[in-house]
């Protein structure tokens, strides 16, 4: 599927309001992942081409075993693909290191997980401040209370992750997620462990994360439900994206 | 900066307390073991350790301190004549066979001294009870093996080897290797009570060199004029006396080999408790991972981790080990820990524990950060 794909796609969506993508933050060209190979080798994804922009929530649906997560990765940095480029921000990073990968992770990038994953012994504020300490940054506890306040739990500060709902919890997430202030926000599932209105709380969130924060925002789901919070969406169909 | 090692370890107390546990039992088990090979081998050199004689005049081939043969007495006579020689006295270090008024049998060592002269005991021994030692077939008993021999007083009457002998005093802190009970008499008395008269005969000479010469000379020179003798340093006599307990009797292997086991013990408990640790939270790790935490950091984390278990553990295992110690000495076995064996445990307890701490490390390091994705 190739150019034509700069500008966020409205037509699924059932949100008004676009905006166009202040700036390119990921592209990827004719990337492929094969696990394995010869005859039990796996093509998670086919040829894909992909510019995604800041400012925007796009959605990444599909069937089980799609590829999705694998996109997700790729489009991380948390996996090399097996041929195609992947460009950051411009930065072509096939040829670098994995510790560059790492740095430009820690500069660019948030991820937010399907299983939350806080770490059960620090509280959520800790748990947020943590990935400032892990980022190298002078972990400020005043812009880690600012951003849990800005997702919403800002009263959850010295609770620990299992006296939080999956709602509060996957929200400390996102605050950990956004410290440092990230361009990109890669999520997998966010919402498949929250309820039905929780999810679409979280959704919301993370749409007007994107715009007031100017954020590239992917979130995999295949939660028919909430498609309509895309600015944009792509589907995989067995290592295949169309939009 | 937050103390996410210490969280996580205080987040599972459980798990925690078993490897303060492990760790500690570790420690004890190491500490008793080395200290009781120690207690021991201070024993083992107690007579050459007091005293102020530089040299050591025996049997040839003599292995240990309380394995001598006779030599003629008349060697100490021909020592004094040797230039350097400040003084030089006999002593008997022998066995003898005890037999209670009840019947009872028992191996007994025995030391003869010279009450005039410069060698001191073993053990400690009050001056009056010394000076009853002046009458014929009398002998001070250590009270440490009392009970073994049913001696509950002064007075009491027993047989050595056929002779009639009186305790007519008690002695305290006397140790051997062997942990038979120790009895002292006269020099010439105790040559009637050991095994095998030794009428014209001593067990060692020990010589104290004269200010102004060097013991390798003094030694050298009574090489020289002596024969069918060995002329040892204290020193050498010490080294010879340790090894053969610890390499020719096997006995200092198979100390090692247990001071050994508990600390793999010890090693295996922290290595499998962080490694839990690692495993039940693979995500959360791989989290950190997919962060942008560094090798170096989610290293550090494990390393800071294991020393918080080494140390606490540490400082557990000393303490319960101080008090086994009193427990062990209570049971008359010798045992010595003297500060740095203790400062070794606590040494080598955290780097086994910074060690075991690189299993779990292996495995956080091999953890794909794109793993948290593929659940
Ligand atoms: N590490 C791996 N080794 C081999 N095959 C893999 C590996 N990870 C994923 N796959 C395969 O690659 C394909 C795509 O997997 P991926 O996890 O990206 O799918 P997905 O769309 O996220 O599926 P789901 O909705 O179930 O999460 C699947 O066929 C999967 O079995
Ligand atoms: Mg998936």
Redesign the interface.
């Known amino acids: 599927m190739p150019g034509a794909l700069t500008q966020p796609q409205t037509k699924l969506s059932l949100h008004p309001a676009p905006r166009p993508a202040c700036e390119t933050a990921l592209e990827l060209a004719n990337v492929s992942k094969t696990y394995g190979s010869g005859a039990g080798a796996v093509h998670a994804l086919r040829g894909v081409d992909l510019h995604i922009g800041t400012g925007s929530l796009s959605l990444i649906a599909g069937p089980s075993g799609s590829g999705k ?1 694998t996109l ?2 790729v489009l ?1 940095c ?2 090399q693909p097996s041929a195609g480029s992947v460009r950051v921000f411009g930065e072509a990073l096939e040829k670098r290191s994995e ?1 560059h990968r ?2 430009v ?2 500069v660019n ?1 948030g ?1 937010v ?3 939350i ?6 509280t959520g504020l ?1 748990n947020v ?3 400032g ?3 190298g940054l002078s ?1 400020s506890e005043e812009q880690a209370r600012s951003l849990m306040a800005r997702v919403g739990v800002a009263e959850l500060h010295d609770r620990l992750p299992k006296d939080m709902s999956g709602g509060q919890r996957q929200r400390v997430a996102i605050a ?1 997620a956004l410290f440092g202030k990230p361009r990109i926000l890669l999520a ?1 599932e966010p919402t498949a462990a929250l309820d039905r209105r929780n999810a679409a709380a979280t959704l919301e969130l993370l749409r007007e994360l994107s715009r007031s924060l100017d954020v590239a925002v992917i979130v995999v789901s295949h939660d028919r439900s909430l498609f309509h919070y895309a600015d944009r969406l792509l589907e995989l169909e067995d290592g295949r994206l169309k939009e | 900066m937050i103390p996410v090692a210490f969280k996580n370890l205080l987040h599972n107390r459980a798990r925690l307390a078993v490897a303060l546990g492990g760790v500690a039992f570790s420690v004890v088990l190491t500490l008793i073991e080395l200290g009781i090979l120690l207690g021991f081998l201070k024993n083992a050199t107690a007579v050459i350790d007091r005293t102020p004689a530089e040299l050591w005049v025996m049997a040839p081939q003599t292995p240990n301190q309380d394995m001598s043969h006779p030599i003629s007495d008349r060697i100490a006579g021909q020592t004094r004549s040797v230039p350097g020689v400040a003084w030089a006295e006999n002593l008997i270090f022998d066995w003898g066979v005890w037999k209670g008024a009840d019947g009872r049998q028992e191996n007994v060592q025995i030391i003869g001294i010279d009450l005039d002269g410069h060698i001191p005991l073993p053990l400690i021994a009050e001056k009056e009870d010394l000076e009853k030692l002046r009458r014929p077939n009398t002998v001070l008993l250590d009270t440490a093996e009392r009970k073994r021999l049913g001696v509950d007083r002064v007075g009491v009457q027993a047989e050595l080897w056929g002779r009639r002998a009186e305790i007519v005093g008690f002695t305290r802190g006397g140790r051997t290797f062997t942990t038979a009970a120790i009895l002292v008499a006269q020099y010439d008395q105790a040559k009637e009570f050991t095994f095998t008269p030794m009428g014209g005969q001593t067990s060692f000479v020990q010589v104290k060199v004269a200010d102004g010469y060097r013991v390798e000379d003094v030694q050298e020179r009574l090489r020289e004029r002596l024969s069918g003798v060995e002329v040892l340093t204290g020193a050498e006599f010490r080294a010879r006396t340790i090894r053969y307990w610890l390499v020719t009797t096997g006995v200092g292997t198979g100390f090692l080999i247990s001071a050994l086991m508990g600390l793999l013990v010890g090693g295996a408990v922290v290595a499998q408790v962080l490694y839990a640790n690692v495993v039940e939270h693979l995500k959360e790790f791989g989290v950190m991972k997919a962060l942008g935490a560094s090798p170096w950091w989610q290293t550090g984390l494990l390393l800071e981790q294991a020393a918080y278990v080494g140390l606490g553990g540490c400082a557990l295992g000393l303490l319960s080990s101080a008090g086994l110690a009193r427990v062990v000495e209570a049971t008359q076995t010798p045992i010595w820990m003297p500060w740095p064996l203790m400062l070794c445990a606590l040494a080598v307890a955290v780097v086994i524990c910074l060690a075991a701490s690189m299993v779990p490390a292996a495995k956080l390091l091999r953890l794909e950060p794109a793993a948290v994705f593929m659940s």
Request: cysteine-free; charged content about 20%.
């Open positions: 997560s997700l990765s991380g948390l996996m510790s790492s740095s992770r820690r990038f991820f997980f399907q299983g994953h806080l770490l059960p012994a620090l800790e401040l943590l990935a300490e892990i980022k972990a950990r997998d």
